[in-house]
C-alpha cells in the first residue's frame, strides 16, 4: 500500500503544515477535530486506506503543524486544507470533516466549491444563531480542559466523548484511542485558537449553497453536538442523506467503526 | 434561557430588523453581506498574487500576513453580522 508524507509551507514562511497520505485510488481528505492530529483518524484510515488514496493532516499549531499566530478561523483551516491539495497536486477530492473539522469542511465547500467531489460531515454544526449549542457543563469542561494534564483531561472527556453503551462495552476501544491521543503533545494555545475558530463558525444560511453530494453522519447520543444540528445541516443542504447512529455518542467513528464502510460506500457511489 | 440572555437576544433581533430595513435600497442583508464577503476575498486575493509575484523576502511573507490578516478580520466581521441580521 502506498504510503508518503511531507510538510507544506504556507506563504507567510512561518505557518508549516503536516500531511500523511496512504492508499491509492480516489483521493479522500480527513478533517479532524478539536484539539487532535490527523493521526486520529486511524481507524478511518485503516477501513478507506485499501480503495481510496486516504490523505491526513495535522491542522495549523497541532502535532507537527506550526502556525504563526494562534488566532483562527474555519476559513483559515479551510484554506490551509486547500494548500495541501495544491502542494500533492491533487485538483478535487472527496472531503471528510469530523466535528470541527465537519466545521472547516463546510468552508472548503463554500469557498474552493469546485475541489469537491463529495463531502461527508460527521458530528458537526453549522453555527449561527439556530445551531443546537450542548449543554453548559460541557462547555464548562471543554474550557476547563485546556488546563488540565494531558492523561487526566483525555480520561475526563470520556463522559462527554462517549455514548453510554461504549463505555459500559468497549473500554478498549476508548483506551486506544486516549493512547493514540497522547503520543501528541498538546498544545493549549493552538486549542483555545481552535475552540475560539469554532465559537466564530457560522455557515447554516451558506448551507443551501453547498453543491456537492453531502452524507451527515451523527450519533444521536452526542453531548458535545447534540444530534439536532445534523437535522439542520441535512435540512439545508440541497440532497443530503442523513445517518443517524443510535447509540453513538460525539466520537462514533471508535463506537460504530462499521459507518466507516457506509462512508466508504458514499465515496464509491460518486467517483 | 436566562433573563441576560433572553434581553441580548432580544436587543440582537431588533438590531437585525433595523439594520434588514435600513439595507433594502442596497438589495436587503444578504446582498450587503454577500458583497462585503467578495471584497475580502478579491484583497485577500490580490494581496495573496502579489505576494506571489513578488517573492522576495521580507516583503512576500509580510503581504502572506496581510492576506491572512484581511481574511481572518473579515470572517470575523462576517460571523458577527451574519448571527445578528441572521442571514
Sequence with gaps: MSTGSGIVTGLDGRTRLYWESRGT?????????????????????????????????????IGQSKSLTYAYTTEAMADDAISILDDLAIDRVHVYGFSLGGMV???????????????????????????AYPESEVV????????????????????????????????DRIAEDIDRRLRNPFNERAYRAQLLAASLHNCYRRLDRIRAPT???????????????????ADRVPGAQLKILDDAGHLYPTEEPAVDEAIGSFFAARR | MGFTEDVLERVVDVIGKVANTALVPWGGAEACVDAYEMTIRAVTDAQRNAARAIGVEPVRSALASCADLTRDIGATHLSSVRWILDV
Design chain 1, 25 to 61: 485510488g480516489d483521493p479522500v481528505l480527513l478533517i479532524h477535530g478539536l484539539g487532535l492530529s490527523g493521526g486520529a483518524w486511524w481507524r478511518t484510515v485503516e477501513a478507506l486506506a485499501p480503495s481510496m488514496r486516504v490523505i491526513t493532516f495535522d491542522h495549523r499549531g
Design chain 1, 105 to 131: 469542511a463546510q468552508q472548503v465547500a463554500l469557498r474552493h466549491p469546485t475541489r469537491v467531489r463529495s463531502l461527508v460531515l460527521g458530528a458537526t454544526h453549522s453555527g449561527g444563531r439556530r445551531a
Design chain 1, 140 to 171: 464548562a469542561f471543554f474550557r476547563r480542559r485546556a488546563t488540565m494534564p494531558s492523561r487526566e483531561a483525555a480520561w475526563a472527556s470520556v463522559p462527554y466523548n462517549y455514548g453510554p453503551r461504549s463505555r459500559a462495552e468497549h473500554v
Design chain 1, 215 to 233: 452524507l451527515v453522519v451523527h450519533g444521536a447520543r452526542d453531548r458535545i453536538i447534540p444530534v439536532a444540528n445534523a437535522d439542520m445541516i
